[in-house]
């Protein structure tokens, strides 16, 4: 057998191969700036400019895929709120379950914020991957131009994460796909383009009717009272996800609104126990659960049902602490922008925001 040249070693190959899977991983991940070890310290929110009929959306899909009719079902649903809408490059990507690379995504928003035909940032749908976007994120660039972004689900991550390094306010409401309602309408008007000092929100009728024969609709109090702070939360999976994080949400002294679909109630169980751990749920101004959709357990199972499950959580706070309220994966919702002060009266079961969140 011949002898191996003087250069030889036996590792080469091995360090070709691993060198193409970091070209590769690079290509998929792009390389963040200096890791994010706290948010920015600012005493003032940054309220994003109105929307005004005629102005640009850009749509984008920074977490699950959609396919074409996904998208063509977004456009229809903005433009009939008045406003011209801007595709992202990548809508259509695709990587797995997700809208195509982290890269990918990531240029979408970014090029909208950049843009300045661009007034407000739309997410087309929720779905999975948000959260990989994080650490990548362009914050600086988000804070130099200032925009509405709106969406819910997985968009959690996102609103959580840009409020606590910008501290600009963002929107927790309907997706491109979701159903655009004459309540959810309303409301998406009233806040993006109509500004006021002071806006009220009852319930939606049409949830009052689904609560006579489903029970995640029934508006429930376990602890009346009226309490003020900002507002905070979203999908529980996502504000549990993020908690011990620079993105997490900050709970003390605000109004933490949650909801959530598809979770089991012993899931549900260890998110709530896991934020109490973290920060302390009775440190929040109130507890406002939405509508938890398709979270009971089988019959089959033996499970606490949804309601206990909530009520073993809200029943030992000292804060008012309400659920089934018109917030989540549901036709009617309220829109919720994050960091704005509010009002949550259990007597009147209204929120009432306490001021303009566009200027």
């Not at 433009?79 to 695709?94: C, S």
């Not at 993006?192 to 949830?207: F, G, T």
């Not at 919720?336 to 009147?348: E, H, I, K, Q």
């Amino acid at each position: 057998m011949e002898a191996p040249p003087d250069n030889f070693n036996p590792l080469s190959r091995r360090n070709l191969a691993k060198g193409a899977a970091l070209s590769l991983a690079a290509s998929l991940f792009p390389a963040s700036a200096a890791p994010v070890k706290d948010p920015v310290k600012r005493s003032a929110l940054i309220k994003p400019p109105r929307l005004k009929e005629g102005d640009v959306v850009g749509l984008i899909t920074p977490c699950g895929y959609l396919e074409q009719d996904g998208i063509d079902k977004s456009v229809r649903n903005l433009e009939d709120l008045g406003v011209k809408v801007k595709l992202g490059k990548h809508v259509l990507a695709r990587r797995g379950r997700y809208a195509g690379t982290v890269a990918q995504r990531l240029e979408d928003l970014h090029s909208m914020f950049a843009d300045p035909q661009v007034h407000a940032v739309w997410a087309a749908t929720g779905g999975s991957g948000g959260i990989s976007l994080l650490p990548h994120i362009d914050y600086k660039l988000i804070r130099k131009h200032p925009k509405i972004f709106v969406g819910y689900s997985d968009v959690t991550c996102l609103h959580l994460a840009i409020h606590r390094q910008t501290h600009l306010v963002t929107f927790h409401g309907p997706v491109g796909i979701s159903t655009f309602s004459d309540y959810s309408k309303q409301h998406l008007k009233a806040i993006l383009m109509q500004p006021q000092k002071e806006y009220s929100m009852l319930m939606a009728e049409e949830n009052r009717v689904k609560a006579e024969t489903a029970s995640q609709f029934q508006v429930r109090t376990l602890r009346h009272g009226t309490a003020t702070g900002r507002l905070t939360g979203g999908n529980l999976s996502l504000v549990a996800a993020l908690s011990g994080t620079p993105y997490a949400a900050e709970l003390r002294r605000r109004i933490l609104f949650l909801e959530d679909i598809s979770e089991a109630p012993y899931r549900i169980d260890r998110m709530l126990t896991q934020l109490d751990l973290s920060q302390g749920l009775r440190t929040a101004s109130a507890l406002l659960l939405g509508v938890f959709e398709k979270c009971e357990a089988p019959e089959s199972e033996s499970s606490l049902s949804l309601n206990e499950t909530l009520d073993s959580h809200l029943d030992l706070l000292r804060i008012p602490a309400v659920s089934g309220y018109s917030i989540g994966h549901i036709a009617n919702q309220m829109t919720l922008p994050l960091g704005v002060n509010a009002r949550l009266d259990t007597f009147s079961q209204t929120l009432t925001l306490l001021e303009n969140a566009v200027l």
